[in-house]
């Protein structure tokens, strides 16, 4: 029997399966017609939906089984699970979804599925969504900081009086914790399950963008958290750790080799050479973001990492 190798949907190389397995995981939606699958004796990796008949195998009747592409699933099915819309075809089970996506859209006309492709969202749109997105949760960061905006005035009201009180300094330092990570909740809370639930951010949506797979699937919940760590804490540290090691590196080296008469202006010039310095590494480390600018996919670095991708809806 013979041996199959497919990508999954982070454009990853799985298997050997055979091809019960392979049927099972495109009637699962983890194989689509437009996947990659190979197999010995093929001179390279092909679509699944360009071999999925020899899969399937023969009919009852012992001839070739007809198949097709579903137009809302992208998976592969028999003519007999399939019905006809123009010239697209869609699986019974999608039929609803299929029909309110068009009402939705306010399409008249599609094309095969395995005709359809994507339609990525360029760097400077992305930007706006993202913008937007910050909008969106910087009132709730301003909520969660609010016991700490009340310790920090109580703090200052006692140093204005010369009465400080360790307790009300503790309660600042509690409080600012709790609402950092209040924010940080949030953070993560929004972007998973906004973009696991709908496919997209509330800025994404404003645009008319969504986020998915190389395959234009749907991304999971889990893939949608991982997106998060690599967008947030893997990229904030890619872009700001060089940028503040440089600052400090520069203001230190041009600080060491000052003489104590010219001090004062030799610390000026440090902390203006240090800026300068930290805005170009800035610049170059936010390349992270920018690279979707000349990625043909309009990847940024996150989108690399777990395999995902923003689309036009």
Same mark, same amino acid.
């Given at each position: 029997m013979?041996?199959?190798?497919?990508?999954?949907?982070?454009?990853?190389?799985?298997?050997?399966?055979?091809?019960?397995?392979?049927?099972?995981?495109n009637r699962e939606r983890e194989i689509l017609a437009s996947s990659l699958v190979w197999k010995d004796g093929l001179d390279e990796w092909v679509p699944f939906g360009t071999v999925a008949g020899s899969v399937f195998g023969p009919n009852e009747e012992g001839e070739p089984t007809s198949i097709g592409v579903c137009a809302y699933s992208g998976q592969v099915f028999t003519s007999e699970e399939l019905i006809p819309y123009g010239k697209a075809l869609v699986g019974l089970e999608f039929k609803d979804e299929f029909v309110q996506q068009m009402m939705e859209q306010g399409t008249v006309d599609i094309e095969d599925a395995t005709d359809n492709p994507l339609s990525f969202v360029g760097f400077w749109w992305r930007t706006l969504?993202?913008?937007?997105?910050?909008?969106?949760?910087?009132?709730?960061?301003?909520?969660? &900081?609010?016991?700490?905006?009340?310790?920090?005035?109580?703090?200052?009201?006692?140093?204005?009086?010369?009465? &400080?009180?360790?307790?009300e300094s503790i309660g600042m330092i509690i409080t600012a914790g709790v609402g950092g990570l209040a924010n940080?909740?949030?953070?993560?809370?929004?972007?998973?399950?906004?973009?696991?639930?709908?496919?997209?951010?509330?800025?994404? &949506?404003?645009?008319?963008?969504?986020?998915?797979?190389?395959?234009?699937?749907?991304?999971?919940?889990?893939?949608?958290?991982?997106r998060w760590l690599a967008k947030k804490p893997l990229n904030n540290v890619i872009v700001w750790a060089p940028s503040m090691i440089g600052f400090g590196v520069v203001i230190t080296a041009i600080g060491a080799a000052s003489s104590q008469s010219d001090a004062a202006a030799m610390m000026v010039m440090s902390v203006l050479v240090g800026i300068f310095v930290f805005v170009g590494l800035l610049v170059l480390c936010s390349g992270v973001y920018w690279m979707a600018a000349f990625d043909e996919e309009k990847r940024a670095l996150?989108?690399?990492f777990v395999g995902t991708r923003v689309i036009k809806k």
């Amino acid at each position: 029997m013979a041996k199959w190798f497919y990508t999954d949907s982070g454009a990853a190389q799985q298997g050997p399966v055979s091809e019960e397995v392979l049927l099972r995981l495109n009637r699962e939606r983890e194989i689509l017609a437009s996947s990659l699958v190979w197999k010995d004796g093929l001179d390279e990796w092909v679509p699944f939906g360009t071999v999925a008949g020899s899969v399937f195998g023969p009919n009852e009747e012992g001839e070739p089984t007809s198949i097709g592409v579903c137009a809302y699933s992208g998976q592969v099915f028999t003519s007999e699970e399939l019905i006809p819309y123009g010239k697209a075809l869609v699986g019974l089970e999608f039929k609803d979804e299929f029909v309110q996506q068009m009402m939705e859209q306010g399409t008249v006309d599609i094309e095969d599925a395995t005709d359809n492709p994507l339609s990525f969202v360029g760097f400077w749109w992305r930007t706006l969504s993202s913008s937007l997105d910050y909008l969106v949760k910087i009132l709730p960061s301003y909520i969660f &900081m609010i016991p700490y905006y009340v310790a920090a005035a109580a703090v200052g009201t006692s140093l204005e009086s010369g009465d &400080m009180d360790l307790e009300e300094s503790i309660g600042m330092i509690i409080t600012a914790g709790v609402g950092g990570l209040a924010n940080l909740a949030f953070s993560v809370f929004y972007e998973t399950w906004m973009v696991g639930k709908y496919q997209a951010t509330l800025g994404k &949506m404003i645009i008319g963008a969504k986020v998915v797979n190389p395959d234009g699937s749907r991304i999971t919940y889990k893939k949608s958290f991982l997106r998060w760590l690599a967008k947030k804490p893997l990229n904030n540290v890619i872009v700001w750790a060089p940028s503040m090691i440089g600052f400090g590196v520069v203001i230190t080296a041009i600080g060491a080799a000052s003489s104590q008469s010219d001090a004062a202006a030799m610390m000026v010039m440090s902390v203006l050479v240090g800026i300068f310095v930290f805005v170009g590494l800035l610049v170059l480390c936010s390349g992270v973001y920018w690279m979707a600018a000349f990625d043909e996919e309009k990847r940024a670095l996150h989108d690399r990492f777990v395999g995902t991708r923003v689309i036009k809806k």
